[in-house]
């Protein structure tokens, strides 16, 4: 079974300010890694993923995001956020040999940005 | 760009009344999904659909539930009989294969309201 956790509900953070939304996870299995974003009255949407490869995976919106598997993490960050950044961001993972790759999720941060 | 569209964007029902949810999955997509998430809890997956059949369901998708794809478009999940307890956003997914990794796309989610 897996699990994912992201134990900040909600981050405020000042305009142009770095920002690190934080995962972790369990898993029995080898998984693949995601976040999401959705913005206000919007849909899901895919903001990057691990598959394999190179730890540190780039995504949309000059987000980044590294994954630790000694620590089962993957944080994401931003050197620097708009308002635009303002939304819920989950972090999901999968199973890679799963019968329907299926998502689980962490229950979302929601980043406030602030002026 | 493709989507996935979900109807309607918010429902109010009563309890014990049936309801219906409905999706249009992109168009040569194979794989299907439901999604819920209760206020301030986590995405949950409920259900994965599959060659007119389900392939996988959580413990959330009891009797009450049930999915089908009547016309080869729409995607939907039926509650037979609606308690508060399922008040919640419910997203549809889908992604066009199984075999390795593929982008699910998500619907912009029916907020189903159970008063």
């Known amino acids: 079974a897996q699990s994912v956790t992201q134990l900040d509900s909600q981050v405020p953070v000042f305009e142009e300010a770095p920002v690190e939304l934080r995962c972790n996870y369990s898993?029995?299995?080898?998984?693949?890694l995601f976040w999401y974003v959705q913005y206000p009255n919007q849909g899901l949407q895919l903001l990057l993923k691990?598959?394999?490869?190179?730890?540190l995976v780039k995504g949309i919106n000059g987000f980044e995001a590294e994954f630790n598997k000694s620590q089962t993490s993957f944080h994401l960050r931003k050197p620097s956020v708009h308002i635009s950044d303002t939304a819920e961001y989950f972090c999901?993972?999968?199973?890679?040999?799963?019968?329907?790759?299926?998502?689980?999720f962490g229950t979302g941060t929601l980043l406030a940005v602030q002026p | 760009e493709p989507e996935v569209t979900q109807t309607p964007s918010h429902q109010v029902t009563q309890m014990g009344q049936e309801v219906i949810l409905r999706c249009v999955p992109i168009?040569?997509?194979?794989?299907f999904y439901w999604y819920r998430q209760i206020l301030g809890q986590k995405v949950e997956f409920l259900v994965s659909?599959?060659?007119?059949?389900?392939?996988?369901k959580s413990e959330i998708f009891d009797d009450q539930f049930s999915v089908e794809r009547p016309d080869g478009s729409n995607f939907t999940l039926k509650i037979r009989s609606t308690k508060l307890e399922d008040s919640a956003m419910y997203f549809c997914?889908?992604?066009?294969?199984?075999?390795?990794?593929?982008?699910?796309?998500f619907g912009q989610g029916t907020r189903l309201t159970v008063v």
């Open positions: 999901a993972v999968s199973p890679r040999r799963g019968a329907t790759n299926k998502l689980i």
């Open positions: 898993s029995s299995v080898s998984v693949y």
């Open positions: 691990y598959l394999s490869g190179s730890t």
């Open positions: 168009s040569n997509h194979l794989y």
């Open positions: 659909f599959y060659n007119n059949e389900i392939s996988e």
């Open positions: 997914a889908s992604i066009n294969t199984i075999v390795g990794y593929t982008e699910a796309f």
